[in-house]
T-cell receptor, first 118, second 111 residues
């Protein structure tokens, strides 16, 4: 079974440009999450999709970030325009909660996209 | 404020030795606590997951403990191997899907 995949693995852009990150979750996983780790800090939650709907986007830093999940399959995270402080590693994770058990919500992570804004 | 603190920040041990990593949390409400291993350049991989009622769980040479009263967890690695060199991240979930990550402990296993 394929795991969570992310594209690209690395992206280097200039301040003010636009970048779009893509995440393909494990097939059949309704839940998809975006996280970010900036240099030297812990991983932080950005948002959570259940199928195509945004369940929680409380972690999105500002309106320069736009996440979509068309058709409830893959997701994209667009940063427009990018700023220096957006540099970091963006992780995507997916999960399928076992029926009747929210406590064992195991999330499977992708390898991340390393974004560098110059 | 929901927080997860890990110690030590980094650790160097010799191959074959045991080690214990610590995680203290102030997260409410508590749903579960997970330990992840993250190799360089890769995403975190789940090692153990424990709910409120569980106080120990093993996965091979990894054993996690949880004291929900003191809000502390530990990850014990037995007979370390070079491949154990990685970051170990403690993650606490509140009800539902909210997750709070610790900053991780960077473990270096030397031959």
């Amino acid at each position: 079974e394929a795991g969570v995949t992310q594209f690209p693995s690395h992206s280097v852009i200039e301040k003010g440009q636009t970048v779009t990150l893509r995440c393909d979750p494990i097939s059949g996983h309704d839940n998809l999450y975006w996280y970010r780790r900036v240099m030297g800090k812990e991983i932080k939650f950005l948002l959570h999709f259940v199928k195509e709907s945004k369940q929680d986007e409380s972690g999105m830093p500002n309106n320069r970030f736009l996440a979509e999940r068309t058709g409830g399959t893959y997701s994209t995270l667009k940063v427009q325009p990018a700023e220096l402080e957006d540099s970091g590693v963006y992780f995507c994770a997916s999960s399928q909660v076992p029926s009747g058990s929210w406590s064992y919500n195991e999330q499977f992570f992708g390898p991340g996209t390393r974004l560098t804004v110059l | 404020k929901n927080q997860v603190e890990q110690s030590p920040q980094s650790l160097i041990i010799l191959e074959g030795k045991n080690c214990t990593l610590q995680c203290n949390y102030t997260v409410s409400p508590f749903s579960n606590l997970r330990w992840y291993k993250q190799d360089t350049g890769r995403g975190p991989v789940s090692l153990t997951i424990m709910t409120f009622s569980e106080n120990t769980k093993s996965n091979g040479r990894y054993t996690a403990t949880l004291d929900a009263d003191t809000k502390q967890s530990s990850l014990h690695i037995t007979a370390s191997q070079l491949s154990d060199s990685a970051s170990y991240i403690c993650v606490v979930s509140t009800g539902g899907f909210k997750t709070i990550f610790g900053a991780g402990t960077r473990l270096f296993v030397k031959a």
